[in-house]
Nanobody, 124 residues
Framework: QVQLVESGGGLVQAGGSLRLSCAASGQTFGYYAMGWFRQAPGKEREFVATINWAGSSTYYADSVKGRFTISRDDTQNTVYLQMNSLKPEDRAVYYC?????????????????WGQGTQVTVSS
């Protein structure tokens, strides 16, 4: 069982930056692929970024490529999402998720554990 707790959300002006953190419990964190997803009001949850178990491979949604960076620190059992050049359309609740597959995935159904989410609001 893995428990995930996100933090770092908040209100930021367009063009600003935020860094989200996701702290994981459990000693097997290093075996999981991790992902970030987001859900805007009235929309389905969508993929944002993912990283494999080793931290050697990442993949991003086209909408955030070049602006967001996912990383992990297995010594801290934490995965991060650095978000730069934020846009109003990035406004959403951001969720982190853990996948037993180990390999990165953009598919929600590949993830076994989910956090409660953290709100990101971007003002124009």
């Amino acid at each position: 069982q893995v428990q995930l707790v996100e933090s770092g959300g908040g209100l930021v002006q367009a063009g600003g930056s935020l860094r989200l953190s996701c702290a994981a419990s459990g000693q097997t964190f290093g075996y999981y692929a991790m992902g970030w997803f987001r859900q805007a009001p009235g929309k389905e949850r969508e993929f944002v970024a993912t990283i494999n178990w080793a931290g050697s491979s990442t993949y991003y949604a086209d909408s955030v490529k070049g602006r967001f960076t996912i990383s992990r620190d297995d010594t801290q059992n934490t995965v991060y999402l650095q978000m730069n050049s934020l846009k109003p359309e990035d406004r959403a609740v951001y969720y982190c998720a853990a996948s037993k597959r180990g390999a990165w995935s953009a598919a929600k159904y590949d993830y076994d554990y989910w956090g409660q989410g953290t709100q990101v609001t971007v003002s124009s």
